[in-house]
């Protein structure tokens, strides 16, 4: 097998930071998990000699026969191993045997537990990927890291941008798939389209095993869910939005696998709550915020250009639908946040009170329980209202909170007089 899928100019990822201290620390086989076209298959063929290409029918059956054609002894790549699952099995068993730092990189695009394959655990470190962040894709200069903000240091905050909102809104709905967001409006349009497309015509019936029954009404539910992007909003509600309040809405038992399927494949994306366990803060909810991978998703699947979110003047644009496309603002800088985050070996949650009363966008949370809260606005100005939550958060948990960033649309990063930093989210970084 040759190494087909290596790009002919590869740019790196933040994951590749991942890899190369994971690889330095000895370890042998990686699965790379992400949804479709994020770009896992050209970062792991950088960095290995052979690929194995499982969606090929030959090849799965090249590999039925012959499992061990995979254990080289060099580096290679397993693409899409879920289509051949005894090959997660055949790697972990190399690993026993003493493989090689590196020599084994899976890629795969579900998620769902197969019978018969082992967990992979302390053998197969898994690592997720998602849509390229506006660092990866070129959008401004980072001058303010998530690692340095989460490492406790309260590190300088500055920097400017001539990122505006036009550039923003340009970037969602450019997507952040490698292979897509390069593309001409129109063939853009039409990726994205049919990505969704496939999600439901092959895809989904892929990993639910069987047909999907009612493609019509899956086709609604995504677009209600992606109609609830950046919101809370209970999964009985956006049952309700998919068939418009209609008498004879698909059974919570229809609509439930459509959840746990999309996850599996990486596209519908919560947010999950924080809950802390060493701060009791009453009354938390529990709820997830809703997110698809990309919000170039949510774009497509509710028919959405950038002038139908912006009105006015060139010079002077303000948004149309603030709500929404401050909502779609929010999840690219969740986005990002995540990828940076998980590549400091934090987490993501958002956090919110029962009753609503507060609400912080983004909590990154150390191993050791200490978080950075952040805020994000549709907004190039910051006033006292828009740290309010955030005052309330440093009131509860007081030293736990590590640091706190407001992201905004403006050109400036600073620190506030109270220590609340301000941050263009083009100026945002790992």
């Known amino acids: 097998m040759s190494n087909s899928l290596r790009a002919s100019s590869y740019l790196r990822r933040v994951v590749d930071r991942e890899l190369d201290q994971l690889f330095a620390g000895r370890v042998s086989a990686v699965a790379i998990e992400g949804a479709k076209a994020v770009g896992k298959s050209a970062t792991a063929a950088e960095r290995v000699a052979t ?38 099995d055949t790697v972990r068993r190399a690993v026993d045997a003493g493989a090689q730092p590196g020599q084994f990189l899976l890629t795969g695009s579900a998620s769902a537990a197969r019978s018969g394959t082992h967990s992979g655990a302390g053998r197969i470190i898994t690592l997720r990927m998602r849509p390229m962040t506006l660092f990866e894709r070129g959008v401004g200069t980072p001058t303010v890291s998530v690692a340095a903000l989460l490492s406790g240091s309260r590190p300088e905050i500055g920097g400017e941008t001539d990122v505006a909102l036009d550039e923003y809104v340009d970037e969602i709905g450019r997507s952040g798939f490698p292979a897509i967001r390069t593309l001409g409006d129109r063939v853009r349009r039409a990726q994205l389209r049919g990505y969704t ?20 009404a899956l086709r609604r539910w995504l677009a209600a869910y992606a109609a609830a992007t950046a919101t809370c909003a209970s999964y009985e509600r956006i049952r309700d939005a998919a068939t418009s309040g209609e008498g004879d809405k698909p059974a919570k038992t229809t609509t439930q696998p459509y959840r746990d399927t999309l996850e599996g494949l990486h596209i519908v994306d919560p947010l999950l709550a924080w809950l802390p366990s060493k701060n009791h803060i009453s009354e938390l909810a529990s709820a997830p915020k809703h997110h698809l991978v990309d919000p170039a998703l949510a774009m497509s699947l509710l028919g959405l250009s950038s002038d139908a979110l912006l009105a006015g003047d060139e010079e002077d644009r303000v948004t149309r639908d603030g709500s ?52 994000v606005k549709l907004s190039a100005t910051v006033d006292d209202a ?45």
Do not use: C, K
């Open 197 to 216: 497309e496939r999600i439901i015509d092959r895809d989904f019936p892929d990993l639910m095993g069987r047909p999907v029954r009612n493609p019509a």
């Open 324 to 375: 929404f496309l401050g909502a779609l603002f929010e999840s690219l800088v969740t986005l990002d946040a995540r990828v940076y985050a998980q590549a400091a070996e934090a987490t993501t949650a958002h956090l919110r009170t029962h009753r609503g009363e507060h609400e912080i966008d983004l909590i990154l949370e150390r191993a050791d329980q200490r978080v950075v809260a952040i805020e």
């Open 51 to 88: 690929s194995f290409l499982l969606e090929q029918p030959a090849t799965r059956q090249l590999l039925a026969a012959d499992p061990s054609r995979i254990v080289t002894g060099e580096p290679v790549l397993i693409d899409e191993w879920q289509h051949l699952p005894s090959t997660w």
């Open 386 to 430: 828009d740290v309010r939550h955030i005052v309330w958060l440093r009131d509860q948990i007081g030293g736990a909170l590590l640091d706190a960033v407001v992201v905004t649309t403006g050109q400036h990063a600073y620190r506030r007089t109270d220590g609340i930093a301000v941050v263009p989210a083009a100026l945002l970084g790992p």
